[in-house]
């Protein structure tokens, strides 16, 4: 069982910053993935960004440049740090985790609870 616990999501006026956090914890053996999806109303959910174990990082077109996807492995914790924010970010940001469970010998994919946020114009 895998937990992912969310925080930093908020109102913020357009041009403005704010930093996701998510922190995994439960029975697994390691981290391979982590990242961020958003869904805003209407649409689909979509990558935001993630970033494996080795460091390397993918984002959605619409935030390269503005937005920063980086890891704690000590903390298993994912960050998303958002700058330039528009009111085409407004969504519910939801963490992703693709874990390695060594019982299994397999990964499992898990899902945080998601997280709002909103930019104002």
């Known amino acids: 069982q895998v937990q992912l616990v969310e925080s930093g999501g908020g109102l913020v006026q357009a041009g403005g910053s704010l930093r996701l956090s998510c922190a995994a914890s439960?029975?697994?053996?390691?981290?391979?993935?982590m990242g961020w999806f958003r869904q805003a109303p209407g649409n689909e959910r979509e990558l935001v960004a993630t970033?494996?174990?080795?460091?390397?990082?993918n984002y959605a077109d619409s935030v390269k440049g503005r937005f920063t996807i980086s890891r704690d492995n000590a903390k298993k914790t994912v960050y998303l740090q958002m700058r330039s924010l528009k009111p085409d970010d407004t969504a519910v940001y939801y963490c992703?985790?693709?874990?390695?469970?060594?019982?299994?010998?397999?990964?499992?994919?898990?899902w945080g609870q998601g997280t709002q946020v909103t930019i104002s114009s």
């Open positions: 439960g029975r697994f053996s390691s981290i391979n993935v």
């Open positions: 992703y985790c693709n874990v390695f469970v060594s019982l299994w010998g397999s990964t499992t994919n898990h």
């Open positions: 970033i494996n174990s080795g460091g390397t990082t």
